[in-house]
């Protein structure tokens, strides 16, 4: 079965630069899920999306933007990185709210 | 902000034997959903348990839930090595776009 695909899988990136992470959710599933697990935590949320619109927002820095396009592939845009944004970032998806919530790999941002 | 806590944080038994984690929540929830995670690696879905539902089995795994408690649990019966990960539950509280809220999760390791 087809499952959410991440990419990249690793990031490495500087201080100040940007990052883009993509989330590509299962098929039919309208719903994504952003969430960050830094060292040793558990997954904190950052922001989803329903049907190419922001559902809900969670802790997330103003230096992050995300968007759901038209293929309901989603990105997860990081702006003036600071090395607290290390972290595994993960994406999920579900068909609907009140699901199932399936995650993707994750993709490992490390920050220098 | 931290929704649970789990308990123990940590678990070591041996092959064969069975292993029970608990869950502890603060607000009302629609539903709890518990995941496993392979070091440093994705977030594995185990089952779902509506608000609704007292109990729910899945292959070797048993889940209960008492709403007036706030509580779940997680059994694993017949452990065996290849369970050893990383098991979280996550509550759904159905008023913020279900974004999922994390406990701390237990380090469940099986021994040979």
């Known amino acids: 079965a087809a499952g959410v695909i991440q990419s990249p899988r690793h990031l490495i990136k500087e201080k100040r630069e940007t990052a883009t992470l993509k989330c590509y959710p299962i098929?039919?599933?309208?719903?994504v899920y952003w969430y960050q697990q830094g060292p040793g935590q558990d997954p904190q949320f950052l922001i989803s999306?329903?049907?190419?619109?922001?559902?809900d927002k969670g802790s997330i820095p103003d230096r992050f933007s995300a968007q759901q396009f038209s293929d309901y592939h989603s990105e997860l845009n990081m702006s003036s990185l600071e090395l607290g944004d290390s972290a595994l970032y993960f994406c999920?998806?579900?068909?609907?709210?009140?699901?199932?919530?399936?995650f993707g790999p994750g993709t490992r941002l490390t920050v220098l | 902000s931290q929704q649970g806590e789990e308990d123990p944080q940590a678990l070591s038994i041996q092959e064969g034997e069975n292993a029970t984690m608990n869950c502890s929540y603060k607000?009302?929830?629609?539903?709890l959903q518990w995941y496993r995670q392979n070091s440093g690696r994705g977030l594995v879905h185990l089952i779902l348990?509506?608000?609704?539902?007292r109990e729910k089995h899945s292959g070797r795994l048993r889940v209960t839930l008492d709403t007036s408690k706030k509580s779940s649990s997680l059994l694993i019966t017949a452990s065996r090595a290849a369970d050893t990960a990383s098991y979280f539950c996550?509550?759904?509280?159905?008023?913020?776009?279900?974004?999922?809220?994390f406990g701390e999760g237990t380090q469940l390791t099986v021994n040979p």
């Open positions: 999920a998806s579900s068909p609907a709210s009140y699901n199932e919530q399936f």
């Open positions: 098929p039919r599933h309208d719903t």
């Open positions: 999306f329903y049907e190419k619109m922001q559902s």
């Open positions: 607000t009302s929830i629609n539903n």
């Open positions: 348990i509506r608000s609704n539902e």
């Open positions: 996550a509550t759904d509280d159905g008023t913020s776009g279900s974004r999922l809220t």
